[in-house]
């Protein structure tokens, strides 16, 4: 049995893409509400193995577009999982690297002529040369002399510093930072540890939160929340004073209830 070709993954997309035509969603829809790519629902759907990433991501992605849509696959995952094929790692199609072209030949670039010596101009004599060999001497003497008075020249003095005021005592500086307001003990505490798509849902059904999870989110726990993670293990959620646990391993895509603490 190829890896492309799983009974059960076909079966359990089946599924999947009827439930979803039955509530009249189209699959861009479903995607866009998901922030699933097309492709990979439209790959699901079909039971395209050879699309999909690794078994682990293939359940939670199956988990996730069922919750969506009020379905219980657990049926269905079972049955999935206990096929080898599946949990084998898809293999990837390779494409042979394109030939790089051939080199265009060189043209050969012609060298650069050779610098020849420069000859002593023509009807210049003896007399001309010892003239402008006393010139320059001259003009040496000049500059000489001129570099002689400027290291003479006296250099002017920088202006002595002046004497420091009296400083008067600094008023202290408060330099404590405003503490973190404490979580309440009605509150439910979200934290992405990486972006994570996220929904949150009051006891009446209303979003409180949809979309992508960066950093910490604070909710009032005055009443019945359910939360629906994409990737439940990368979100840590705490409630009132107890420590911070994931909401989830990475399959169990399903909503979480959080109710508040009893009155005492």
């Known amino acids: ?59 939670a992605q199956a988990r996730r577009v069922a919750a969506s849509l009020g379905l219980n696959i657990d049926a269905e995952i079972t049955a999935l999982r206990d096929n080898p094929s599946f949990q084998t790692q898809p293999s990837k199609r390779t494409t042979p690297p ?34 402008a060999l006393v ?23 920088a202006p002595a510093p002046e004497p420091a005021l009296a400083s008067s005592p600094a008023s202290p500086t408060n330099t404590s930072q405003p503490a973190e307001p404490q979580q309440g003990p009605d509150d439910l505490l979200l934290r992405a540890s990486q972006p994570s798509w996220l929904e949150v849902r009051n006891q009446a059904g209303a979003v409180l939160f949809r979309g992508t999870l960066e950093g910490e989110q604070r909710f009032p726990l005055d009443q019945d929340l359910r939360v629906l993670a994409g990737r439940p293990d990368l979100v840590l959620v705490s409630q009132g004073s107890a420590p911070a646990q994931p909401l989830g391993p990475i399959e169990a895509v399903t909503w979480r209830r959080f109710s508040p603490a009893p009155a005492p």
Do not use: C, K, Y
């Open 98 to 131: 394109p030939t790089p072209p051939p080199n265009p030949p060189r043209t050969p670039q012609p060298a650069p002529p050779e610098s020849s010596g420069s000859a002593p101009a023509p009807g210049v004599g003896p007399l001309a040369a010892a003239g």
């Open 1 to 59: 049995m190829s890896a492309e070709l799983i009974p059960e993954l076909q079966r359990l997309g089946q599924r999947l893409e009827q439930a979803r035509q039955a509530q009249g969603i189209s699959r861009e829809n479903q995607a866009e509400r998901l922030h699933m790519g097309t492709e990979q629902l439209r790959a699901l759907e079909q039971g395209d193995r050879h699309a999909l990433p690794e078994s682990v991501f293939v359940v």
């Open 135 to 157: 010139l320059a001497l001259a003009a040496a003497l000049f500059w000489g002399q001129q570099r002689g008075a400027l290291t003479r020249a006296p250099q002017p003095r």
